[in-house]
């Protein structure tokens, strides 16, 4: 992966990196409440020796900064802070005097500081005056030969004591932007591991990869479809609707040489919006003046005369089993060249009735009745009923809901049709997160139609309401097909 393919899934998964910076910028303000403040007091030492001459002063600095070196061990031991603990009652163990000390040197140099640490201002002063009078008695005892009267280093104190005005920590500022640097490091982190472990179909050209079919159209999530699917009436001009336009464009010139006439359209999983696909892209090529037949083939879960808002009690099934004519139970609806087959009743073997001869032959004699016939099928991982019918049919359509269904399902539903040598046509990304850059080009081109006037004969498109719309028997279908193309 490139560094825009880590970026995507950064902004994609931008909620994770959010509360991750929240919750850092939190914990770094509750520590930095609930740390109490700390004040530093210091000291500095210049350690020398007596000495005759440039030779002797060279010589004598060589042996003052080894000698500083155990100055600075001598800093922490416990009989100085045994004795600053004597000397000052400052409520403290030796041991607890001696955690608080800290010393440093510089290289080259013989100077030594001593600091001390504390979360009492007062106290840490004190400890520190206590502690250089002390030391320096200290180095003056341990230094004295046993046969001399003074010893043979000196040491003065050249800075300090003094403490700190302000506490050292906690440093508010320094801690918010610490823990806000760290919380969007481990947020970025986290989201782009959670992008790499999500395995849903996000986008179109992994839907194209993983099918290995061409993508034939996106159509953009609206929140309003669920109420209105059908792209009539109001929704005929929106966004939806016009993906719908670009996927049939694209579907019937996928290709040329070899037309599909009869189309499969199924999904991986239930609920992807395969049916409600098959509506509108019959609805769309009937605009365009294309004889449609719609067949709802899904035997177990027919949705498509509840859509369009016609009689779905006699279809089908009826047709297969011999009970019916197909042109006693072929449905028109409203004033387009669309004619509808419905489910039918319930059958107890749909796979079984769906991969008859009864069923090769009515789709054999239905293809001459309409340009485009498109069968609504079930979906491929639930039950075999869709691979049976596309089987039968020229192509299929795989209908794909984004962040929905899994790069595995569709990579299975791919492979039943394909190892039973049925012509994916193309797919389709559905609910798809359209860019709003996009989404402002449509609208900067949208067709305004003014609202027709008002009155009694006024209605609204009864497939909005769940009514039947311009439905009636059809005695012949080839016959109503060709009449309703003039």
Known sequence: MDVRSYLRLIRRHWWIVLVTLMAALGTAALVTVRTPPRYVASVTFFVTTPSQGVTDAYQGGLFLQQRVKSYADLLTSDRLAQSVVAENQVGLTADQVQRRVTTSTEAGTVLLKATVTDTDQTRALKITETLSAKFVELVQKVETPPDAKAATIKLEVVNGPRVSYSPVSPQPVRNLVLGGVLGLLLGMALAVLRGLADVR??????????????????????SGARNAPLIVGEAANSA???????????????????????????????????????????????????????????????????YLGLDGGVGLTDVLVGDVQV???????????????????????????????????????????????LIDTAPLLAVTDGVV??????????????????????????????????????CVLNMAKVPKADAYQYEAYRVTVPPAPSGPADR???????????????SDPTQELTRLSR
């Open 201 to 222: 179909m996000r986008d179109a050209a992994a839907l194209q990869r993983v099918t290995g079919s061409p993508l034939l159209g996106e159509i953009p999530f609206e």
């Open 389 to 426: 019918v596309a089987v039968q049919a020229d192509g299929a359509l795989l209908i794909t809901q984004q962040g929905r269904t899994s790069r595995r399902q569709v990579a299975a539903a791919a492979r039943s049709l394909h190892s039973v040598s049925v012509r994916l046509l193309g």
């Open 327 to 373: 042109g006693d139970v072929v449905q028109r609806w409203g004033d387009k060249s669309l004619l509808v087959l419905p489910s039918g009743s319930a059958p107890p073997n749909p796979s079984e009735l769906l991969g008859s001869k009864a069923m090769a032959d009515l789709l054999l004699a239905l293809r001459e009745s309409a340009d485009i016939v």
């Open 460 to 474: 609204a498109p009864a497939a909005r309401r769940g009514e039947r719309l311009g439905a009636g028997r059809v």
């Open 240 to 306: 939806r609707a016009e993906a719908v336009r670009k996927l049939r464009t694209n579907l019937r010139f996928v290709d040329v040489h070899e037309p599909a006439r009869v189309i499969a359209v199924t999904s991986a999983l239930q609920g992807e919006g395969k049916t409600t696909m098959a509506c509108n892209t019959a609805i769309a090529l009937a605009e365009a003046g294309w004889r449609v037949l719609l067949i709802d083939a899904d035997l177990r879960l027919p949705k498509v005369a509840d």
